[in-house]
């Protein structure tokens, strides 16, 4: 069974930055796609960036231009870089992988079979 531990939450001000990493416990990590998504407090949980096994990105359109995902197979190791963040990006932030190998995943959760337990962001303004 895949395992999936988020880090790097925390509390920051708007405009400053936070970096999450998420370490998979999996074989063959190279071959999935990687998501981070997210859930403010009464709001659903909804996709903020995938990066495929080609390393194909996509984004939502509100964190554009301001974070970025990445992953180092050689470490199993997914990242969140967030830059000028805002108070709207508060919210519980999850990594997933995808359910199946050499899938090319959207920004929804169906593609995604197994999550983390979340990390907290708060952005005060």
């Known amino acids: 069974q895949v395992q999936l531990v988020e880090s790097g939450g925390g509390s920051v001000q708007a405009g400053g930055s936070l970096r999450l990493s998420c370490a998979a416990s999996?074989?063959?990590?190279?071959?999935?796609?990687m998501g981070w998504f997210r859930q403010a407090p009464g709001k659903e949980r909804e996709g903020v960036a995938v990066?495929?096994?080609?390393?194909?990105?996509k984004y939502a359109d509100s964190v554009k231009g301001r974070f970025t995902i990445s992953r180092d197979n050689s470490k199993d190791t997914l990242y969140l870089q967030m830059n000028d963040l805002k108070p709207e990006d508060t919210g519980m932030y999850f990594c997933?992988?995808?359910?199946?190998?050499?899938?090319?995943?959207?920004?929804?959760?169906?593609?995604?079979?197994?999550w983390g337990q979340g990390t907290q962001v708060a952005v005060s303004s």
């Open positions: 990066i495929d096994f080609g390393y194909l990105t």
């Open positions: 997933a992988i995808s359910s199946r190998r050499w899938v090319k995943a959207g920004l929804g959760a169906r593609d995604f079979g197994s």
């Open positions: 999996t074989v063959a990590f190279n071959t999935y796609s």
